[in-house]
């Protein structure tokens, strides 16, 4: 059994330059979770969410088109040993505009569908809270 997860891995990373990329940076790798972690907030998956990610995946961290929905495997197969609060451990030594940047990328997803649930506001406001942010923070610039 174990023997099969590890050739799975190991297809994905010989296989996949994203999934590689991802897989090799545990910072990116909790980055992504809590961005794919803001579009399940809600309990549903709308497209507009899933093309802002796209979208972020490609032009922030440089991950091709192609790489994306394994990418989105790998999350979902290996996400599971990360909950969002070791995820956001990793982002606490990272520098000002990093923390704001992960801020704003979940606060983008979150409107996407032009309507704020409780649980993205909520998912949100704690993540502001553990990265030591404010609301403006998010606002492009921080104020």
């Known amino acids: 059994m174990a023997g099969g997860l590890v050739a ?4 994905l990373l010989d296989g996949d330059p994203g999934v590689r ?5 545990p910072v ?7 961005l794919f972690r803001m579009i399940l907030a809600d309990g549903e998956v ?9 979208r972020i995946c ?3 961290f440089g991950i091709g088109e192609d790489s994306i929905d394994g990418v989105i495997r790998y999350l979902n197969d290996f996400g599971y040993e990360t909950n969002g609060s070791q995820a956001l ?4 030594g990272l520098n000002l505009e990093r923390r704001q940047a992960l801020a704003q990328h979940m606060a983008e997803i979150a409107k996407a569908d032009h309507q704020l649930a409780a649980q993205e506001v909520q998912l949100l ?7 030591g942010l404010q609301p403006v923070d998010v606002i492009k610039g921080g104020g």
């Open 21 to 25: 990329k991802v897989a090799n940076d």
């Open 8 to 11: 799975q891995i190991r297809s």
């Open 89 to 92: 451990a990793m982002f606490r």
């Open 125 to 131: 406001r704690r993540v502001l809270d553990a990265l």
């Open 28 to 34: 990116l790798a909790a980055e992504l979770l809590l």
């Open 58 to 60: 490609r032009e922030s």
């Open 46 to 54: 709308e497209e507009h969410e899933m093309a802002i990610f796209r």
